[in-house]
């Protein structure tokens, strides 16, 4: 996720700007947004991921569930250059299924719980380093790992408390800890902690097409 985790971080909530597509050639210059590509997880595993988050830390604001396949970094030019090279490089890609694995978390990093992608992450770190590029390339503070954020807490001792009690809601969860990638969104840091919905980006449209 997308809040100062190693990999990713909290989101609050993600809306759909309609307006945002016709700023696409602007360079905001003057606030120096990130920007990121993540994958929404909407399934009933995105489902029970932001109902746990809401028990382990109920003053935190409604967070959407997501995978982050490109974290949170400066835009080195516009960002109709950085779509564009976005859907050329996934409409390449086929979609993919990815499985969730444990619950682990970040401390002594950071005091994140986090579920580790194990099937697909593979794919995952390959579609990483091919968009960490041109408009996109940034030198991110850790190293890439794929995984769906549950919370960050404040603090180690409360990483630590909420691990305990993730895992033995994820060991009693029985839904289908699957998930199909095919629709990525292309998202701006619009307030501290808050992104706003850019553009989806599609996995495979270029192989359809042929």
């Not at 990638?181 to 097409?209: I, K, M, Q, Y």
Request: aromatic share 8%; proline share 7%; glycine share 6%.
């Amino acid at each position: 996720m997308i809040q100062g985790t190693p990999h990713a971080g909290g989101l609050c909530p993600l809306v759909t700007h309609r307006a945002a597509h016709a700023r696409y050639n602007f360079y905001r210059n003057m606030q120096n947004p990130r920007y990121a590509l993540v994958a929404y997880v909407k399934s009933p595993v995105g489902e029970f991921i932001e109902n746990l988050r809401r028990e382990l830390h109920p003053d935190l604001p409604h967070l959407s569930a997501h995978l982050t396949i490109l974290p949170p970094r400066p835009l080195q030019g516009t960002e109709s250059a950085a779509l564009q090279m976005l859907e050329r490089i996934c409409g390449e890609a086929e979609p993919f299924e990815v499985t969730l694995g444990n619950v682990e978390t970040f401390i002594p990093a950071t005091p994140t719980v986090y579920i580790r992608v194990t099937q697909g992450a593979s794919r995952l770190r390959e579609l990483h380093d091919q968009l960490n590029t041109q408009s996109l390339m940034f030198t991110e503070e850790w190293s890439y790992m794929p995984h769906v954020t549950i919370v960050k807490m404040a603090g180690g001792l409360g990483a630590e408390d909420a691990l305990k009690i993730a895992r033995s809601r994820w060991q009693a969860y029985t839904g289908s800890q699957h998930l199909m990638l095919e629709r990525l969104t292309f998202v701006r840091e619009d307030d501290l902690n808050c992104w706003l919905d850019l553009a989806p980006v599609l996995l495979g449209r270029s192989l359809v097409s042929r």
